[in-house]
């Protein structure tokens, strides 16, 4: 059974900080998605990465995979309270969209 | 463009009974899976359904099942309810499998007295 473990679950920031958000597993993933999830909607898909080593980043995100593909980690810069939601990471396999997901790492940045 | 819908958005039913979630994907989506979204467990995988053939299945007992019809549409189906069925039931659709990115439904909130 393949495990994702966020960290951290809960964080509360002043607005303008920097944070990490870390996502591991002990199993390699063939591909590693990060979504946003607002209160009373679904999630929404910020980023997708594929390759081992690789780092995409979007406006403030900066998004990395790891290596050997089995950790992942999201870097916000100068974190808005827009910001503020619920942070999930999700491997996929070799099974379609079959997805593992981390527990979520819940973000407040207060104003 | 329109989204995921998911039909009803909240439902009350109690122990014992059975239900049934419907969802429409994205137009030219042709994956469609189900997850169930708890406080204690997450976000969950039930079924990946695509061309109308279940492709994956997760973990959960047989009381879960789905069906995708020939227009992407889904349904998922969970008889005799239980009170851990309690949960948000996502729906989420994807234009090819094995991609990972999916686009979600708003859910379906059931609450089991």
């Known amino acids: 059974t393949q495990l994702l473990e966020q960290s951290p679950q809960f964080l509360s920031i002043q607005e303008g900080e920097n944070l990490t958000v870390y996502c591991n597993s002990s199993?390699?993933?063939?591909?590693l998605q990060w979504y946003r999830q607002e209160p009373g909607e679904g999630p929404v898909l910020l980023v997708t990465?594929?390759?081992?080593?690789e780092v995409k980043k979007l406006k403030r995100l900066t998004f990395q995979f790891g290596d050997a593909r089995k950790d992942s980690s999201l870097h916000i810069t100068a974190a808005q309270p827009g910001d503020t939601g619920l942070y999930l990471c999700a491997g996929a396999g070799n099974a379609g969209n079959m997805l593992t997901f981390g527990g979520g790492t819940r973000l407040m940045v207060k104003p | 463009k329109a989204g995921v819908t998911q039909t009803p958005r909240y439902l009350i039913k109690t122990r014992g009974q059975q239900v049934t979630l419907s969802c429409s994907p994205i137009?030219?989506?042709?994956?469609v899976s189900w997850y169930q979204q708890t406080p204690g467990q997450g976000l969950q995988f039930l079924f990946e359904y695509f061309s109308e053939t279940q492709r994956n299945k997760g973990n959960f007992p047989g009381r879960f099942s789905g069906r995708q019809f020939s227009n992407s549409r889904s349904e998922m189906n969970v008889s005799t309810l239980e009170l851990g069925d309690s949960a948000l039931y996502l729906c989420?659709?994807?234009?090819?499998?094995?991609?990972?990115?999916?686009?979600f439904g708003e859910g379906s909130r059931l609450t089991v007295l």
């Open positions: 199993s390699v993933f063939s591909s």
């Open positions: 989420a659709s994807s234009p090819l499998s094995y991609t990972g990115e999916l686009f």
């Open positions: 990465v594929v390759t081992g080593g």
């Open positions: 137009s030219g989506h042709r994956s």
